[in-house]
């Protein structure tokens, strides 16, 4: 039980507020650390797998994805928001906007089609 801080002695926080984070990662202890950043590193390594299954579809170049993946893995939805942004200039020069589209609209089809 003492890996998350459920200890004698562990600090006062939780996750519910921004204090309570704030008071998780100033504390010394290392457990809590390690979830925070096993935490963080999952949530971007996430986005960064989605922008890699979305790159494919939307023609995206190769180099253009890699210069969004280290921003998503070290700004998290700041490096996502830069992936969009260069997926959709690179969609909007190559002429191929409806690529964009088709993916937003792609559950909508899928609906559509069951009805």
Not at 25 to 47: G, K, M, R, T
Not at 88 to 113: E, H, M, P, Q
Request: some cysteine; aromatic content about 8%; proline content about 5%.
């Amino acid at each position: 039980m003492g890996y998350l801080g459920i200890q004698a002695g562990a600090p006062d926080g939780d996750f519910s507020t921004l204090a309570g984070v704030r008071s998780l990662l100033q504390s010394a202890n290392e457990p809590i650390h390690a979830a925070c950043w096993i935490h963080y590193l999952a949530f971007d390594l996430a986005l960064g797998l989605v922008e890699t299954e979305l790159a494919g579809p939307l023609g995206m170049p190769t180099f253009l994805l890699w210069a969004t993946l280290p921003a998503t893995l070290m700004l998290g939805p700041a490096g996502l928001l830069l992936f969009g942004v260069l997926a959709a200039a690179n969609c909007a020069v190559a002429g191929r906007l409806d690529r964009i589209t088709a993916l937003f609209s792609y559950g909508a089809d899928a609906k559509d089609k069951s009805e």
